[in-house]
């Protein structure tokens, strides 16, 4: 018999090398494992207070400790389809569900229905730094300082960004993990991420920083005015917002195959629209309260 070439050159002291594209697929490997998904898994576990996860599969947090340790990982973060998705949440419903189509994927490939790349919640952080720097030279100019900036700009970021997700998230994941999950003997059970309850505020929040940050901005001139027009521009603009803001959220929720009476999620949208006749009612009958000028005395004192 003829030795194998192979065998002998696998002898003392050789190292045999791999296959041709072997190497590559090791390396990539490793790359996923030095980030693992941000959730561990989380899917199937429960959900204590306000929606928050009470227990981990990888333990204690354990999610949230690898989430933002990608933040440093700038190499990793996938910013074109993190722009990809900011432009399909701006276009008509069917652009929109397009996005949760990739939450889908991730839970074939990743068994998590959250991004586990932070660089959608990184752009939208920009874009508030931005905003601040933007109304604080437009509304308080001869008084803006560095303190005063950093004030508005964390009052945007901790209290209506984080705080409003925080709330609001966990508000409709309980509701979701409670009431609206549809069990079923031929399938694993599921709950509702809270990081993927995350991941839909901060799809909504989008839309509604459109109108109220980008939209409003540019047409303060006439919605600060005192008169019915200002008024009524500036109640329908900020209704539009909310609006938005929840039928996003209804489609995040309407993307997991699990739940049932998703249409519960729109149901804000009817109150926001009573309130805005409401407010309508008052306008006709000389009692203007214009929310944008509200919004104005509250954040600016004007």
């Known amino acids: 018999m003829i030795p194998d070439a192979r065998a002998m050159a696998s002898g003392p002291g050789m190292v045999q090398a791999p296959p041709a594209g072997q190497g590559h697929a090791r390396r990539r490997m490793a790359s996923d494992h030095a980030y693992p998904p941000a959730s561990g898994g989380y899917g199937v576990s429960g959900f204590g207070p306000m929606g928050v996860s009470s227990s981990l599969d990888d333990g204690g947090g354990q999610w949230l400790t690898n989430y ?3 933040i440093w990982a700038w190499e990793q973060m996938d910013f074109e389809s993190c722009f990809d998705q900011i432009v399909s949440l701006i276009g008509p419903p069917q652009s929109m569900a397009k996005v949760y189509k990739l939450a889908n994927y991730r839970k074939k490939t990743k068994n998590q229905w959250a991004r586990d790349d ?8 920009g874009f508030l730094l931005v905003s601040a720097l933007g109304w604080g030279i437009a ?13 508005l700009f964390a009052n945007e970021l901790i209290g209506y960004w ?6 609001i998230g966990g508000i409709c994941a309980t509701v979701a993990n409670r009431f609206l999950i549809e069990h079923s ?3 694993v059970a599921q709950t509702v991420e809270w990081l993927y309850a995350f991941d839909i505020h901060c799809n909504g929040f989008l839309v509604s920083f459109l109108f109220t940050h980008v939209l409003q901005f540019f047409l303060l001139p006439i919605l600060l005015g005192d008169g019915f027009v200002p008024t009524l521009l500036a109640n329908l603009l900020w209704t539009a917002a909310i609006s938005s803001y929840f039928f996003v959220t209804h489609l995040g929720y ?3 195959p699990f739940l049932r ?5 729109l149901y804000p949208i009817a109150g926001v629209w009573l309130i805005f006749v409401v407010l309508l009612l008052f306008a006709i009958m000389g009692y203007r309260i214009n929310v944008t000028r509200v919004m104005a005395a509250f954040y600016f004192g004007h």
């Open 162 to 167: 984080f705080l409003g997700g925080i709330v």
């Open 185 to 187: 003997v031929h399938s």
């Open 139 to 151: 509304c308080i100019h001869t008084k803006l300082t560095v303190a005063r900036f950093i004030l």
């Open 261 to 265: 009476h998703t249409e519960y999620y």
């Open 118 to 125: 932070p660089a959608f919640a990184l752009v939208e952080i």
């Open 254 to 256: 309407r993307a997991l």
């Open 68 to 70: 933002l340790r990608r």
